[in-house]
């Protein structure tokens, strides 16, 4: 987990690992979803958290060229993350989303929108503590990323509060 006080490059990294959480998690609700809105919307975040990934990949190029002996590119495929960008471990999220038949997405969409809640909180703690003045840009731009998330899932909400009268 962040603490703000990491370097640049291993802030990135580990935004880098928890954006990736949070896809794989993205993409597993929409694989469980039965309702058409749900699985398009989290079809639709779990390519945005991709997104995600593919600006902190930016800018980590935009730094070096290498992690170490190993390139981000390989670190990118090779990477493996236990956690979501909430800092909610993955294996606890895949827990939850096997145990739901999503039956009622209203459930995935309630932990959707607690995770990006703490993103947000996390991004903002990080861009309020972090000593390397590029990492809080960094922080600060993905706290409005999350924003956008939530807009979008409160979106999703409206749709299927008709559904689930």
Same mark, same amino acid.
Not at 96 to 106: A, G, L, N, Q, V
């Given at each position: 987990m962040m603490t703000g006080k =990491?370097?640049?490059?291993?802030? @990135?990294? =580990?935004?880098f690992l928890m954006e990736k959480g949070t896809k794989i998690f993205y993409a597993e609700a929409a694989g469980k979803a039965a309702n058409a809105d749900a699985r398009k919307t989290f079809d639709y975040l779990s390519e945005w958290e991709g997104?995600?990934?593919d600006y902190i990949l930016a800018l980590y190029k935009g730094i070096t060229e290498d992690w170490g002996i190993v390139t981000f590119e390989e670190f990118k495929h090779k990477a493996v993350t236990h956690s979501t960008e909430a800092g909610v471990p993955l294996k606890e999220? =895949?827990? %939850?989303?096997?145990? /739901?038949?999503?039956?009622?997405?209203?459930?995935a969409l309630t932990l959707a929108m607690e995770i990006e809640g703490k993103a /947000?909180? @996390?991004?903002? %703690?990080?861009s309020q503590s972090a000593s390397d003045a590029n990492a809080q840009i960094v922080f600060r731009e993905m706290m409005e990323q999350e924003v956008k998330h939530v807009e979008h899932l409160k979106k999703l909400r409206v749709k299927l509060a008709d559904v689930y009268k």
């Open positions: =990491e370097d640049l490059l291993t802030a @990135l990294g =580990e935004a997104q995600h990934m999220l =895949e827990g %939850k989303i096997d145990s /739901y038949c999503f039956t009622d997405e209203m459930g /947000y909180n @996390l991004y903002r %703690k990080l």
